[in-house]
């Protein structure tokens, strides 16, 4: 791999940090909207929001054998996340839960296009071929919300609810690689990428834009 100039990497650092710190509270938001629809105690407010902001790049750092992981590097995210809680925990009433199914869509595809775009660069970062360098972005914006759903009981919405979602990440994850192959800065690349992942998913959100179901033939149950 080519080394990059001590400047170049100093900046790069700051803006995958930058992401991964944005995309982690985007994240955690929708995790604890998610808690709160359900009505958990305290503890399962702060176990889902933390799988749902850090499940995704927990195993894609697994996969890559990066250590530390990012949320025992930046240990007061933790601090941050569990304030969150406490304070929703406080103020969120009842009032507001008829529209958190709404309001859990915007931080959570913000989360998705940074997830994506931070998750690719890490892998180029590593080695990886491109393919794998995107599905890890992919996984990296994805895997979160997947547990958060889980954990809740529900079928996860990246499975189940035919709007693009992890086709956002991929395309997302596909310009950053374009970005390397470029040869644009890497921060540019990233903005980029997840603007595009970003992108991508509100105008599923705005226009109602589906993917292809599986159909079997049969009449649909009840």
């Known amino acids: 791999m080519p080394t990059l100039p001590l400047g170049q990497v100093l900046t790069l650092s700051n803006a995958q940090t930058a992401i991964e710190a944005a995309a982690t509270l ?6 604890l909207l998610a808690a709160a629809r359900k009505r958990l105690d305290a503890v ?22 990066r250590r530390p992981f990012f949320w025992v590097e930046h240990a ?57 360098a995107v599905l890890m972005g992919t996984m990296t914006a994805v895997f979160g919300g997947v547990l958060r759903d889980i ?6 919405r990246a499975f189940s609810d035919h709007q693009p979602y992890a086709v956002c990440a991929f395309m997302g994850g596909w310009v950053v690689v ?12 990233l ?9 991508l998913r509100a105008i599923a959100l705005w226009t109602g834009w589906t993917l292809p179901a599986w159909h079997t033939g049969e009449a649909p149950r009840d």
């Open 44 to 65: 399962g407010v702060c176990i889902v929001s933390g799988l749902a902001a850090f499940g995704g790049g927990t195993l894609r750092d697994v996969l890559l054998d």
């Open 76 to 132: 007061g995210w933790l601090w941050a996340l569990l304030a969150l809680c406490v304070a929703a925990m406080l103020f969120l009433r009842t009032r507001h839960f008829a529209a958190t199914e709404r309001a859990m869509q915007w931080p959570d595809a913000f989360g998705l296009g940074l997830f994506a775009a931070s998750g690719t660069q890490i892998a180029l970062q590593a080695g990886s071929p491109a393919v794998v």
């Open 26 to 31: 985007a994240f955690a938001a929708s995790g």
């Open 178 to 189: 374009l970005g390397h192959r470029l040869a644009m800065d890497d921060w540019l690349g």
């Open 151 to 156: 954990v809740c009981n529900e079928i996860p």
């Open 191 to 199: 903005v980029a990428g997840a603007g595009t992942a970003l992108l």
